[in-house]
């Protein structure tokens, strides 16, 4: 089993930035993705970002030069570097990350509200 703890998500003014972090303990060997995805309300969960154990990274197209998606693997985790952000970026970001020959794992998931 893996677990998954995001923090970091919160309240923001629209154009401010954020920073979420996902740590993940227990059977975290054999992860070969990591990554975030998000559900706004009324929509159904979407791709943000994921960078794979060898650090190559794949964005969401409609994020890419505001978003950046980084692993340290001294602490394993994952963050979300959120630039320039949108009333449309409100949703519930959740982390994620693929083990393999076993599945997948999600995140309890955290809050962005962008808002003024």
């Known amino acids: 089993q893996v677990q998954l703890v995001e923090s970091g998500g919160g309240l923001v003014h629209p154009g401010g930035s954020l920073r979420l972090s996902c740590a993940a303990s227990?059977?975290?060997?054999?992860?070969?993705?990591w990554g975030w995805y998000r559900r706004a309300p009324g929509k159904q969960r979407e791709l943000v970002a994921t960078?794979?154990?060898?650090?190559?990274?794949n964005y969401a197209d409609s994020l890419k030069g505001r978003f950046t998606i980084s692993r340290d693997n001294a602490k394993n985790t994952v963050d979300l570097q959120m630039n320039s952000l949108k009333p449309e970026d409100t949703a519930v970001y959740y982390c994620?990350?693929?083990?393999?020959?076993?599945?997948?794992?999600w995140g309890q998931g955290t809050q962005v509200t962008v808002s003024s």
């Open positions: 994620n990350v693929a083990r393999m020959g076993v599945g997948y794992y």
């Open positions: 227990g059977s975290i060997f054999s992860i070969y993705r």
């Open positions: 960078i794979s154990s060898s650090g190559v990274t």
